[in-house]
Antibody, heavy 125, light 107 residues
């Protein structure tokens, strides 16, 4: 059974750095084709993809966040991390991590087939 | 960036009704589209991947179709548990982008 759980500071002040941890079980980020993605959702609004990290340490970021993002992993402890620098109130949201499987059966698919419960983050002075 | 536009943004439905949700990409994304369902207070859940493949355990009343720029999610026989917000996602190019969502409500 695949499970993921996000953890974060809850509340932080503008200009600080947001550090999020995704602790997972049921798969390994050293296994070929596995990845973890971060997605956020402001209250009452839609989903925004932020970043992915893959088993081979490939990383992809949403350029709209202008180099504020850093994604990383600790394979031995089954964790993935996301840092967002210089936060402001627009970064207030629920942050989700999700397992991504790079699946091939003659065609290639990326599937986010398991999600964490989300971590609520509020940026406020 | 590929913009995904979902329509309608909300829809009033009845139990047993056939429901069609639309998602249009600003440029071709092939079959690189997934559909997710989010019920109130819950995390999104994968329904359809690769435009038309039902994820494990998803009821067969959910059907995805489309290629290129136009995609559809159909619920053949609406059930109360299907009241949710539905999002399409394209992963054909970076950044991956979600549609704005379609909210299904009861009439």
């Amino acid at each position: 059974q695949v499970t993921l759980k996000e953890s974060g500071p809850g509340i932080l002040q503008p200009s600080q750095t947001l550090s999020l941890t995704c602790t997972f079980s049921g798969f390994s980020l050293s296994t070929y084709g596995m990845g973890v993605g971060w997605i956020r959702q402001p209250s009452g609004k839609g989903l925004e993809w932020l970043a992915n990290i893959w088993w081979d340490d490939d990383k992809y970021y949403n350029p709209s966040l202008k180099n504020r993002l850093t994604i990383s992993k600790d394979t031995s402890n089954n964790q993935a991390f996301l840092k967002i620098t210089n936060v402001d109130t627009a970064d207030t949201a629920t942050y989700y991590c999700a397992r991504i499987v790079d699946y091939y059966d003659g065609r290639r698919y990326y599937v986010m087939d398991a999600w964490g419960q989300g971590a609520s983050v509020t940026v406020s002075s | 960036e590929t913009v995904m536009t979902q329509s309608p943004t909300s829809m009033s439905t009845s139990i047993g009704e056939r429901v069609t949700l639309n998602c249009k990409a600003s440029q071709s994304v092939g079959i690189n589209v997934d559909w997710y369902q989010q019920t109130p207070g819950q995390s999104p859940k994968l329904l359809i991947y690769g435009a038309s493949n039902r994820h494990t355990g998803v009821p067969d009343r959910f059907t995805g179709s489309g290629f290129g720029r136009d995609f559809t999610l159909t619920i053949s026989n609406m059930e109360a548990e299907d009241l949710a917000v539905y999002y399409c996602l394209q992963y054909g190019s970076i950044p991956w982008t979600f549609g704005g969502g379609t909210k299904l409500e009861l009439k």
